[in-house]
Structure formats: structure tokens, C-alpha cells
């Protein structure tokens, strides 16, 4: 059985023991490699103001020569704090009066949210025209007092850029609202997710997840009529059967299985070329996390893994995932994949391993930086997460 699993500490616990070690920072010269997807638009932000849903901390390599290095990390998506204001949520005068007081809305069409030059999250007042097709308001949250909303204006037709989108791997299209300066476009979040605050990072993810139940769930999953959305966004009732429905959240487990000195990496169908990451899979019912590690391993690789480990959660909004990262063992070496889940399966030394991180392996590339599979590699080659 795994160890216990709360959900509080995102830092593993014995992380806290590197708190003396100097602190040194090492610049990968190749970092944009990390990076499969970078930014659209251009950015002067500094390196070190990349947003971090963590505070921002540096680990400790040993490479095969002995010599330290430094990687810096990031986990986007996983939590700023943001004051979601839950009880506000069932009093629609106040909603009313804050979103026409001040209130901030984020248009998201079809999942892609408004961005500002390339990097930023681009709000807007309620009554602005590019609002004109959207939704309800979801209540995101009070943002240091700014009430945060965001609405789907999916129903809305640009003129140019429509067929790129949801198609493939990532969409690259971008989409320019007639009512908005030429600054801000609707993009894919993949692109810009590394670029965000915590903060923002937070409330787009909601944004996307909630605004994606809506439209996936405009009918009573009991009776079959149409439902409407009521507390702000975060409930739709049925007004045929009284039924009442909640936003969900998939859960999904991730794996890093290490087998002494190498770890397990697969690679999906569709996925860009050379491109490998940990092993995931979705918990079903029924079963605990440990159990759908071991399950998902065994069925996509063949390979048993014992003892289960959890490191760190990411709120993974596409659609409506949350990540649930683990340090799996594995007890066993022969690799058989199931063709019908993995392209490919492989073993990866450390010093490999390293080398694909900093973007300087011939063939394989790494896990997007970001995702919380890099975070658990990144953990693995520092020594962190064994
Ligand atoms: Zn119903």
C-alpha cells in the first residue's frame, strides 16, 4: 500500500531537508527546448517572473560524473489561494452587483481563453460587445477584491480560424474578436499556461473546466430535459425532475515508475514526434488510487509495480482532469504495451533522462513543461521523489 496520501503538502515532506543547501541556479542554455509548445506573442518577462503555481524552488541533480546541478521547476494550475467566495454564490443580487460594480469577466470561446499580448489573461466589463454571444457568468472567485467571472462565447463565428480548432494535438490558431484591439486573441491555454501568474493560472483553469461542464452537461442527466445553471455558475437544476447537478472533476492518476536507475516513459498515438512522458490513466470506481497506479501500468506495459507513493495534484483542465501524481516501483523488467493505449513504452536511464530534459537527446523529447509529469521527472533526477 502507498503511504498516505493527503492532499496538503505539494513539496514533498523530506524536500525540507535541502533547506541549508545552498541555493544555486543553473541556467539550461537549451531551457526553450522544455518547452514543446512556446508562448505565442513575445514576452520581456525575465525568466525568474515565469508564472509558478508553486513558489518557485530549486533541486539538486547529481549527474553520472558527480558533478550538482540545478533544475528549476514549475507546476502550473495548482492553486494560488484564490478566495472562491463560495457563499456569495447562492445570493444573485450580490452576483448582480458585482459584476456590474467592478466585476471582471473572462470570454472563453470554444475552451480558448482571451489572452492579452500573448502572455496575460485579457478581462473585460460586463455590456463589453465581445460578451454580446456568451453565457451566464460563472463567480470564479474575489481576486484581491475584484470579483472574477467568465463566460462562454462559444456560439459566437469568427471570421477566419474556426476550423483549427479542437482538431489535433494543440491548436495553434488564433482568434481576433472584431469588438477587441488586435492585442488580444483567443488561444489554445497550452501555449500560454507556463507564462501565467499562479493567480491567473487558477482562474483560467476554473474558467475552462466549469465553462466546459456547462456545455457538455445542457441536459438533466436523469430525465433528459434541459437543465439551467443556477448558484453563480457552480449548479444546474432540472426544472422538469428537480434533479441537481454539480461541475465534476475526472480524476486521473500519473506515474513515475522507477526501476533502480531507470524509469518507465510511454508514448500515446497522436502524440508530437518523440515526444514520451510518465504513464497515466483514469481511476475508476471502486478502486483507490494505489490500486488504479498499479492497474494502469500493468494493463498499458505489463510491468507490476509495489509500493505507491503520492507527490503533488494538478488541477488539469483539459477538459476537466485533476492530475494525481505518484512514485510507482516497479517490480518487474519486460515490457509488453497494449497497442490499443501506448505507441510505445520505454526504459529510461538517469543520465538519459537528463539529457532529455535539457532538450539534448537525439530522438526523445521530453513531458511540456509545466505538466506535472515534468515536476515528478524533475523530482526523480533530484533525488526528491524516490
Ligand atoms: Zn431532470
Known amino acids: 500500500m502507498g503511504k498516505p496520501t493527503t492532499n496538503a503538502p505539494n513539496l514533498p515532506n523530506h524536500l525540507g531537508r535541502f533547506h541549508l543547501w545552498k ?69 444573485p443580487v450580490k452576483m448582480a452587483d458585482l459584476l456590474a460594480n467592478g466585476g471582471q469577466v473572462l470570454p472563453l470561446w470554444r475552451g480558448k481563453p482571451l489572452i492579452v499580448g500573448g502572455t496575460n489573461l485579457a478581462w473585460v466589463p460586463a455590456g463589453h460587445p465581445v460578451l454580446a454571444h456568451g453565457t451566464d457568468p460563472v463567480f470564479l472567485g474575489l481576486d484581491d477584491g475584484i470579483a472574477r467571472f467568465a463566460t462562454d462565447i462559444s456560439d459566437w463565428s469568427p471570421e477566419a480560424g474556426a476550423e483549427a480548432v479542437e482538431v489535433g494535438f494543440f491548436d495553434s490558431s488564433a482568434q481576433f474578436h ?7 486573441a483567443f488561444l489554445e491555454l497550452r501555449g500560454v499556461m507556463t507564462q501565467l501568474t499562479p493567480r491567473a493560472a487558477e482562474l483560467v483553469a476554473t474558467a475552462k473546466a466549469v465553462l466546459h461542464w456547462h456545455r457538455s452537461h445542457r441536459f438533466c442527466a436523469v430525465c433528459g430535459a434541459p437543465s439551467n445553471p443556477i448558484n453563480a455558475g457552480w449548479q444546474r437544476a432540472c426544472g422538469t425532475c428537480a434533479a441537481q447537478h454539480f461541475p465534476r472533476t475526472d480524476p486521473v492518476v500519473i506515474m513515475l515508475v522507477q526501476r533502480g536507475n531507470k524509469l518507465l516513459l510511454g508514448r500515446s498515438p497522436g502524440w508530437p514526434e518523440g515526444m514520451f512522458s510518465c504513464l497515466a490513466g483514469f481511476v475508476e470506481p471502486g478502486e483507490t488510487v494505489e490500486a488504479a497506479v498499479r492497474r494502469e501500468v500493468l494493463e498499458e506495459t505489463n510491468i507490476t509495480v509495489g509500493d505507491v507513493r503520492y507527490v503533488a495534484s494538478q488541477p488539469w483542465p483539459f477538459p476537466a482532469s485533476l492530475m494525481m501524481g505518484f512514485i510507482g516501483d516497479a517490480t518487474s523488467d519486460d515490457i509488453t504495451i497494449d497497442p490499443a493505449e501506448l505507441e510505445a513504452a520505454i526504459w529510461v536511464t538517469r543520465e538519459d533522462m537528463m539529457d532529455i530534459m535539457a532538450g539534448q537527446h537525439p530522438t526523445i523529447r521530453p513531458a511540456r513543461k509545466g505538466a506535472i509529469a515534468y515536476h515528478l521527472i524533475a523530482h526523480w533526477l533530484a533525488d526528491t521523489a524516490r
Open 23 to 91: 541555493q544555486l541556479q543553473y541556467i539550461f542554455s537549451a531551457l526553450g527546448c522544455f518547452c514543446r509548445f512556446p508562448p505565442i506573442g513575445t514576452s520581456s518577462r525575465p525568466r525568474d517572473t515565469i508564472a509558478l503555481a508553486q513558489p518557485a524552488w530549486h533541486h539538486r541533480a547529481k549527474q553520472s560524473n558527480g558533478a550538482a546541478m540545478i533544475l528549476t521547476d514549475t507546476l502550473v494550475f495548482a492553486g494560488s489561494a484564490l478566495d472562491r467566495a463560495a457563499h456569495l454564490r447562492h445570493d
Open 178 to 184: 472584431p469588438g477587441l484591439p488586435d492585442t488580444h
